[in-house]
């Protein structure tokens, strides 16, 4: 597909992980004084890679259930008819219909696509059964000890960019002196565990090098993390293997900032 990109400029840049774990993995939808809505709360029909639509809707359900609520005096109760009306509406069913989707392509390309066929195309998503996830995504993770290292061509300025002058794009920007909103529950895992069972992934799945090993005086290594960098994809927080980075709403609207779209 390089033929496509050639000649073509580099504008923004930006990372998401998305919530696709559908229909059976939404969490509790509300709490007092506030509800979950969008994708904050996974209404992602996977299968349509399309969400737009289902946060619309699902910030109709609740706004309507906020404004009955308030017409009663009940600011601080929680939205009980919000998951109620989202249970009788058509995003219900939509995202009931796609809820094979993402189980099925977890065992593979091959048996996934076979097992997506037979749900989407044959049985039109009614299939009498649903899978379920079987393990979170940090727990899938393996050691570094069962795979030979991948070298990736170093990136060449034109079709492919690194990380750093692409964070620059992003028009992110955080106070230096604002609360860290990336940190540890313990300092000793990030070496001890992930560097010397699964060759330090936090250097690799961060699309903005925020996680960097480097060298200490004594030759040993240490977590880096560069949190200035961040453009709030929140992969860190789900994908690394013993959960031990917390990573909290940063201050501000330091971005990033789409501005090409």
């Known amino acids: 597909i390089s033929k496509f990109f050639a000649g073509g400029k580099r504008i923004s840049y930006g990372a998401r992980a998305i919530t696709a774990g559908g229909v059976q993995s939404l969490p509790k939808l509300v709490f007092p004084g506030g509800a979950l809505i969008g994708c904050d709360a996974g209404f992602l029909n996977a299968s349509r890679i399309k969400g737009s639509h289902a946060a619309i809707k699902s910030g109709m359900l609740a706004a309507e259930a906020a404004f009955h609520a308030l017409g009663e005096d009940r600011q601080l109760d929680e939205l009980s008819s919000y998951p109620a009306a989202f249970e009788q509406s058509w995003l219900k069913e939509e995202l009931h219909k796609a809820r094979n989707f993402k189980p099925s392509m977890s065992r593979g390309l091959v048996t996934g696509t076979l097992l997506v066929g037979i749900d989407q195309v044959l049985l039109g998503g009614r299939a009498p059964w649903t899978l379920h996830h079987a393990h979170a995504d940090h727990e899938c993770l393996k050691p570094a000890s069962q795979f030979t290292p991948i070298v990736y061509p170093k990136p060449d300025g034109k079709l492919t960019f690194d990380r750093?002058?692409?964070?620059?794009?992003?028009?992110?920007?955080?106070?230096?002196?604002?609360?860290?909103?990336?940190?540890?529950?313990?300092?000793?895992?990030?070496?001890?565990?992930?560097?010397?069972?699964?060759?330090?992934?936090?250097?690799?799945?961060?699309?903005a090098g925020v996680?960097?090993?480097?060298?200490?005086?004594?030759?040993?290594?240490?977590?880096?993390?560069?949190?200035?960098?961040?453009?709030?994809?929140?992969?860190?927080?789900?994908?690394?293997?013993?959960?031990?980075?917390?990573?909290?709403?940063?201050?501000?609207?330091?971005?990033?900032n789409y501005s090409g779209m």
Request: net charge negative; proline share 8%.
């Open 164 to 207: 750093l002058s692409s964070v620059f794009i992003s028009n992110t920007n955080h106070s230096e002196n604002q609360p860290a909103h990336l940190t540890l529950k313990d300092k000793s895992v990030p070496v001890q565990i992930n560097l010397a069972q699964y060759a330090g992934p936090e250097s690799r799945y961060c699309p």
């Open 211 to 256: 996680y960097e090993f480097v060298k200490n005086e004594d030759n040993s290594e240490r977590l880096q993390i560069n949190a200035q960098n961040c453009v709030h994809c929140k992969t860190c927080d789900i994908k690394d293997p013993t959960q031990n980075i917390v990573w909290v709403t940063p201050e501000g609207g330091g971005g990033p």
